[in-house]
């Protein structure tokens, strides 16, 4: 599922994200959601949201 709409991603949601430097590579960081960033409803590249392990990054897949 992609991690591009807001409603599917909250608080304790397992997802991978794309770092900053690793837009490049596509090399996936995988985590647990702690805060959202994007305040749109829907992005194109993926909502922004920081890790619980202070990663932060876009979704580009929800694990949970």
């Known amino acids: 599922m ?3 709409n807001r409603a599917d991603i ?3 949601t397992n997802v991978k994200v794309v770092q900053k430097q690793d837009q490049r590579t596509g090399k996936l960081t995988e985590g647990t959601v702690q805060t959202l ?3 749109s ?3 194109p590249h993926g909502i922004k949201v920081k890790l619980t392990s202070g990663v ?3 979704v580009k ?3 949970s």
């Open 2 to 4: 992609p991690g591009t």
């Open 10 to 12: 909250k608080p304790g």
């Open 37 to 39: 960033l994007t305040k």
């Open 41 to 43: 409803a829907n992005h």
């Open 56 to 58: 932060v990054g876009r």
């Open 61 to 63: 897949e929800i694990l």
